[in-house]
Every structure is written in structure tokens, then in C-alpha cells.
């Protein structure tokens, strides 16, 4: 199994969550991506949109699978990744890294703490026999 970045938080639908400052950027884990396999199109919302923890708030599709995102944590969205558009295939590439989807604005901080950390993330993916 890929390795699963400690600085992160983490959802049991396979959502990461970073923070930066104020603001969370948000992806999909590397087990996430290689589930779906090739990824050929990814669904945002544009900013402005008000997310809800837990709820979703776009489509990510592959060669296999067309599967919903949920948002980490309720906040709104500040930025988004042009890139994915044009080059989906960033969230194969660079899951952590090029291939991010969105900059939130939480409106809850304690939205934060309910979610996983990379230690339980990967019991998590253990324990559901991933």
C-alpha cells in the first residue's frame, strides 16, 4: 500500500484534508485514485459554493467507476483546481500534490477533529479489508 501522508486528515469515503492557515485544501487519497484507476474527468463546484461535511460536492470519473466526493469538512470554496479540467489525470499522477481539488474556507473548526488520522485511516483500510 501506498503510503499514507501523516500531516493529513483523512474520510472514510477516501477524501484527504490539509490545513493551510486558515483555509483547507481537499483531494482524494492515493487508495481512492487506484481503486477508480484511470481517472478521466473530474466534476467540481465553482467557488462560492457552500459545502456540507459529509455531503457531496462533485464527480470524479475513471475508465471503471463514476464516484461522488465528499466534502471533509462544511466551509466554502475558495479556490479550485483549473487544472483538472484539462489534465485529470493529475489525481492519478499526484493524488496529494497536483492532483488537489479544492481550497475550503471552514465555517466549523470542529469539523477537523472528527476526522481520521493517518493512523486511523489506515486501520481503517485494514479493518475494511483494503
Excluded: C
Excluded at 57 to 81: C, M, R, T
Excluded at 86 to 111: C, F, I, K
Aim: net charge negative; no cysteine.
Amino acid at each position: 500500500m501506498s503510503s499514507i501522508p501523516s500531516d493529513l486528515r483523512y474520510t472514510r469515503e477516501h477524501e484527504w484534508a490539509k490545513q493551510e492557515g486558515s483555509r483547507v485544501r481537499v483531494g482524494i487519497t492515493a487508495y481512492a485514485q487506484e481503486q477508480l484507476g484511470d481517472v478521466v474527468f473530474v466534476e467540481l463546484p465553482k467557488v462560492g459554493t457552500k459545502l456540507t461535511a459529509h455531503k457531496t460536492f462533485g464527480v470524479v470519473e475513471s475508465v471503471k467507476a463514476v464516484s461522488d466526493l465528499f466534502a471533509p469538512i462544511s466551509g466554502e470554496i475558495v479556490e479550485i483546481n483549473a487544472d483538472l479540467p484539462n489534465t485529470p489525470q493529475l489525481v492519478n499522477q499526484d493524488p496529494y500534490g497536483r492532483g488537489w481539488m479544492l481550497v475550503v474556507a471552514p465555517s466549523s473548526a470542529g469539523d477537523w477533529d472528527q476526522l481520521l488520522t493517518a493512523e486511523q485511516y489506515e486501520q481503517f483500510l485494514s479493518e475494511s479489508g483494503h
